[in-house]
Nanobody, 121 residues
């Protein structure tokens, strides 16, 4: 059983910062890419940042220059540093990982249950 557990969400004023963390646990053989998606009320989920096992990163245009994704491979943890937050960043943020479970050589995608980020104007 694999679990992704997010933490660090909360209420922040516009212009402020938050740091999200996500720990992957369970019978994991290898984690390939990790990332963060978000879903605002009434909207589809969108992927905002991703990072490979080698450290290459990708960002949605809407967060480039404001959000930074990083990971600690030894701790199976991914972080999302969010600066200069805007009200439109308000959403539930979900951790995502493409990983291989123990005994398997095939990657599968897993999602956490999410953490709410609210940015007030």
């Amino acid at each position: 059983q694999v679990q992704l557990v997010e933490s660090g969400g909360g209420l922040v004023q516009a212009g402020g910062s938050l740091r999200l963390s996500c720990v992957a646990s369970g019978s994991i053989r290898r984690i390939n890419s990790m990332g963060w998606g978000r879903q605002a009320p009434g909207k589809q989920r969108e992927l905002v940042a991703a990072i490979t096992s080698g450290g290459s990163t990708n960002y949605a245009d809407s967060v480039k220059g404001r959000f930074t994704i990083s990971r600690d491979n030894a701790k199976n943890t991914v972080y999302l540093q969010m600066n200069s937050l805007k009200p439109e960043d308000t959403a539930v943020y979900y951790c995502n990982a493409d990983l291989q479970v123990a005994g398997s050589y095939y990657g599968m995608e897993y999602w956490g249950k999410g953490t709410l980020v609210t940015v007030s104007s």
